[in-house]
């Protein structure tokens, strides 16, 4: 079964520093990777997708991440956070079923919230 | 453009009451899906439905049905509420044409905080 694993439950930086926020999964085959942002009280908004070719992927926001198949990860970047980043941040592939269709399901990870010191 | 609105945004019930939670979207997608959302868990996927009248089981179904009898609308219904139904729940929809591909992308709603006592 697909997995996905955010080991760090909360990171704090501070404004300006970089930051990196680490993703693992586990999936048999090429998998279709996405990352999200949810600010407080709101919905989750797409960061940014993986589903082939190059593999250092940019999103909106300023943030990048970089497929790593030998590793399975599938890390996300930004070279230097603004307060505005606070937020909790998903992880998630896409789930097929036992025939192999998706549906576009998502299976997510735990989450992780940044906290962003002045 | 309202994208996927959910109905009602925050519920309290007491134990053994029922409730239904209304999302809709307005993009004309395919596919909707219900997530519940819970610290330190992630969005797990309650139920989703592929097309109008169709329904199927995610990862959590236990205690929960749904039904999509127009294509707009997908509803959550909660016959016997339990204090572990306590939670905020999420509807999304994505386009099927893009699905699959790992091109699509979903469209969340605002999502629904419900507390069971």
């Known amino acids: 079964a697909q997995s996905v694993t955010q080991p760090d439950i909360h990171i704090t930086v501070s404004e300006g520093a970089s930051l990196e926020l680490r993703c693992n999964y586990s999936?048999?085959?090429?998998?279709?990777l996405f990352w999200y942002v949810q600010s407080p009280g709101q919905g989750l908004q797409l960061l940014l997708k993986?589903?082939?070719?190059?593999?250092l992927v940019q999103g909106i926001k300023g943030f990048e991440a970089e497929f790593k198949r030998s590793q399975s990860s599938f890390n996300l970047r930004k070279p230097s956070v603004h307060w505005s980043d606070a937020a909790e941040y998903f992880c998630?592939?896409?789930?097929?079923?036992?025939?192999?269709?998706?549906?576009?399901?998502?299976?997510f990870g735990q989450g992780t919230i940044l906290t962003v010191h002045p | 453009n309202a994208g996927v609105t959910q109905t009602p945004k925050f519920r309290v019930l007491k134990t053994g009451q029922s409730m239904t939670l209304l999302c809709a979207q307005d993009?004309?997608?395919?596919?909707m899906y219900w997530y519940r959302q819970d610290p330190g868990m992630g969005l797990r996927l309650i139920h989703y439905?592929?097309?109008?009248?169709?329904?199927a089981k995610g990862e959590v179904p236990d205690g929960y049905n749904v039904s999509r009898l127009k294509k707009q609308n997908f509803l959550l219904g909660l016959e016997s509420a339990a204090p572990s139904q306590t939670s905020v729940y999420f509807c999304?929809?994505?386009?099927?044409?893009?699905?699959?591909?790992?091109?699509?992308?979903?469209?969340f709603g605002s999502g629904t905080q419900l507390s069971v006592l």
């Open positions: 999304a929809s994505s386009d099927r044409l893009r699905s699959g591909t790992g091109k699509e992308k979903l469209f």
């Open positions: 999936y048999g085959a090429t998998p279709y």
């Open positions: 993986y589903f082939s070719g190059d593999t």
């Open positions: 998630a592939v896409e789930t097929a079923n036992a025939g192999g269709t998706s549906y576009g399901k998502l299976t």
């Open positions: 993009m004309n997608h395919e596919y």
């Open positions: 439905s592929v097309g109008e009248g169709t329904t």
